[in-house]
């Protein structure tokens, strides 16, 4: 087990970087933020010089690949960060330099066991994209097709292990100071990047994640994912279908072909949706990166396609029930409903008034309807509702972070598209058809019929098993058991070893700062 004086001298480190960024104020000097936490950034920063405008997103990219899905989390929680931390950890851009090819072939070929001309009939060493947890290259087959080859960069797996064990760590500390801090669910967030990061950190898990959303999208027109090439997968090497297609940030180009633009950008909308709500699993990182257009002849919005999904959301059917519900009521401006739905779901507190809240979603809602998204959008509707969860004592639902970012990603997409789209005006026929097709009578019956049915052929177990197990209760999936962390302060009743903590963050804190000063000097 790691020990307290690494994390701290980890945190400290961090902390050097963000100060040298201007990204450590806002934590300084936010009025929520704990006292012994305000204390360690002053360590962190002395003698630092820090610039007048912040620079979150390159803070975030020196620290690490780690800190880079960290600040992609935090970009959509304007609660947290604040907007102006929001805006700029949006551009944050997941790229790194090229490793050599030599490493990258010694990684193939020691993941199957087999030359790398055993598995490829040619290889360009020269990779099309460079993140920082894998590299993506061109290779043909031996049967003549052209495909796409993703490999993880060696040590990855073991540099992220490091550091999300001291974001847990800090977490639960941060979390064990209650008030704000409790509320916002640290260490929950911290457990849901950490399931993500590990899918990602598993290429056969996001080959199994794309064949997943393939099969769920069969019957949608208009949008694909690539086949995989399963005999060239394994954990830490992915192959899939070449693509060839215009990237949908490329709006020239996909003009010059002729692509219907609004229609397009109605297609993009129309699939998210039908993947978070028709399908409850969806493409959580969809940024203008990861999605093409194929022109057709016949069809003059093109097939969207997608690629990279190693980030996938899924939501179960009652909190996909509860979303369907909140974002119809919020079109149609029935906030009565979308209050209950809250508190039905059990993410505000019960001792709260359901009046009070509507109102209070009333006030976010009623500014945004009927208007295009280049006045009013989506995340700055995220941005109201965020701002009355205080007030309302309302958790941070882990679950349902994915969700938001995803949302922000695709209103951003869908209006650069089309700066006249509406996406209530998209949305709300979508959500009013799935709720007549799942909420309706003839769904509520069948949907009790079959429920009552598979209740009476599971009442033995459910007999046996009631004493040991309740259901979990509200819209959140049950929380999975989050890591034991020995809290430092927890250690100084039990000894009086927390002087040397305190020295170890004293002394990581000048340490810091003299190797920077010699890194300047030099």
């Given amino acids: 087990m790691t020990r307290p004086a690494t994390h701290i001298l980890r945190l400290l480190k961090w902390g050097r970087v963000l100060a040298r960024h201007g990204a450590l104020r806002i934590i300084e000097e936010g009025r929520n933020t704990p006292a012994p936490v305000r204390r360690l950034c002053r360590i962190a920063r002395f003698g630092t010089r820090q610039p007048a405008i912040p620079d979150y997103a390159r803070a975030f990219q020196e620290i690490g690949p780690a800190a880079i899905k960290l600040g992609q989390t935090l970009a959509t929680r304007p609660d947290i960060v604040g907007e102006e931390a929001t805006r700029n950890l949006l551009s944050l851009q997941d790229s790194l330099p090229p490793l050599p090819f ?106 199994a994640s794309a064949s997943e959303l393939a099969d769920a999208m069969k019957g949608y027109e208009g949008y694909r994912v690539p086949n995989i090439d399963w005999d060239r997968t394994n954990g830490r090497v992915m192959t899939l279908e070449w693509i060839e297609g215009i990237k949908i940030s490329n709006m020239e180009s996909l003009r010059n072909a002729g692509v219907d633009m609004p229609l397009l950008a109605k297609r993009l909308v129309l699939a998210f949706l039908t993947q978070a709500i028709n399908a409850g699993y969806f493409h959580a990182d969809m940024h203008q990166g990861n999605l093409f257009v194929q022109p057709g002849a016949h069809d003059p919005a093109g097939t969207i396609v997608a690629i990279d999904f190693g980030i996938m959301g899924r939501i179960n059917r009652q909190a996909r029930q509860w979303l369907a519900e909140i974002l119809y009521g919020l079109t149609t401006g029935n906030y009565r409903r979308v209050a209950e739905i809250h508190f039905e779901a059990q993410y505000v507190p019960s001792y709260h008034s359901v009046e009070e809240f509507a109102t209070a979603l009333r006030a976010v809602g009623e500014p945004m309807r009927g208007k ?81 049915v598979d209740t009476l052929l599971r009442l033995p177990a459910l007999v046996r098993r009631i004493e040991e197990r309740y259901p979990p209760k509200g819209g959140a999936p049950e929380q999975a058991p989050l890591p034991r962390v020995e809290l430092i302060w927890a250690r100084k009743r039990r000894s009086n070893h927390w002087s040397g903590y305190v020295a170890a963050a004293v002394g990581g804190g000048v340490a810091a700062w003299v190797l920077t000063l010699s890194g300047l000097l030099s």
């Fill in 102 to 207: 030599d490493l990258v072939r010694r990684e193939i070929e020691d993941s199957f066991g087999a030359p790398l001309e055993a598995l490829f009939a040619s290889f360009e060493p020269e990779p099309i994209g460079s993140a920082s947890i894998a590299q993506v290259y061109r290779a043909t087959r031996p049967d003549g097709a052209t495909v796409a080859v993703k490999v993880l960069r060696p040590g990855v797996r073991e540099r992220f292990a490091q550091d999300i064990e001291t974001y847990e760590w800090a977490a639960a500390h941060l979390e064990a100071l209650g008030g704000e801090a409790a509320r916002l669910r640290p260490r929950a967030v911290i457990a849901n990047l950490k399931r993500w990061t590990l899918r990602e950190l598993d290429l056969r898990r996001e080959a």
């Fill in 372 to 452: 295009p998204v280049s006045e009013l959008s989506v995340g700055q509707m995220l941005d109201g509702l965020f701002a009355i969860t205080r007030e309302f004592d309302m958790q941070t639902q882990p679950h349902l972070l994915l969700l938001q970012k995803t949302m922000v990603m695709v209103e951003g997409l869908a209006t650069a598209l089309d700066p006249k789209i509406n996406m209530w005006d998209v949305a709300a026929p979508f959500v009013r058809n799935w709720i007549r097709d799942e909420l309706g009578p003839e769904a509520f019956l069948a949907d009790r019929l079959r429920t009552d």
